[in-house]
C-alpha cells in the first residue's frame, strides 16, 4: 500500500484544489426599468426577483418605475427572470446629469426621466460646430453691412 498512498494523495489533493478555485461572484447591483402600473405589479416584481439565486436584496420604487437587485447576482440572470413577469424590462439606462459631458443633446434628454437624471449616452455623442454654422450667424449678423440686403 505503502506506493499508491504517495500518488493516491498526489491526485486528492489536485482535485480538491480544483474545486476550491471556485469563482467567487462578487456583491452587485442591477437596476431595472421595469413597467409597474399598481402596488400588485410591485409585489410581483419583487417576489419573482427574490427569487433569484443570489440575490440579498430587492426594492421596488413604483413611482420611478425601477427595481433594484443587490447580492451575488448576474445581470443577465436578472434581467431574464425579470422578463419572466410579461412586462417591459430594460436595464436602467439613467445616470445623474451631472455624470454627462452635454446633458441636454438630443439622445441624452429623456422626458420621462427620474428628476435630476438623463439617459446614459456614449461620448460620442457631442455638439460639433463647423465652419457651416460660423458663416450662416456671420451672414444674419446685425454687424455686417450687407445683412440687410439679404433680410
Do not use: H
Not at 498526489?10 to 467567487?24: E, Q
Not at 430587492?58 to 427595481?67: E, Y
Amino acid at each position: 500500500m505503502g506506493v499508491l498512498d504517495g500518488p493516491l494523495e498526489y491526485f486528492s489533493n489536485l482535485v480538491d484544489s480544483v474545486k476550491r478555485k471556485k469563482k467567487k461572484k462578487q456583491m452587485n447591483t442591477v437596476a431595472l426599468k421595469i413597467r409597474m402600473d399598481c402596488e400588485g405589479c410591485a409585489r410581483k416584481v419583487k417576489s419573482v426577483l427574490s427569487g433569484v439565486k443570489g440575490a440579498k436584496s430587492v426594492d421596488v420604487d413604483l413611482k420611478q418605475q425601477k427595481a433594484t437587485v443587490t447580492g451575488y447576482v448576474e445581470a443577465k440572470k436578472v434581467l431574464k427572470k425579470a422578463q419572466s413577469t410579461k412586462k417591459k424590462v430594460e436595464m436602467w439606462p439613467y445616470v445623474p446629469y451631472t455624470l454627462v459631458a452635454n446633458p441636454y443633446v438630443a439622445q441624452a434628454y429623456d422626458k420621462k426621466a427620474p428628476p435630476n437624471m438623463v439617459r446614459s449616452v456614449p461620448n460620442t455623442a457631442t455638439i460639433v460646430e463647423s465652419t457651416v454654422d460660423d458663416n450662416y450667424t456671420i451672414i444674419f449678423s446685425d454687424e455686417n453691412p450687407n445683412a440687410c440686403s439679404i433680410m
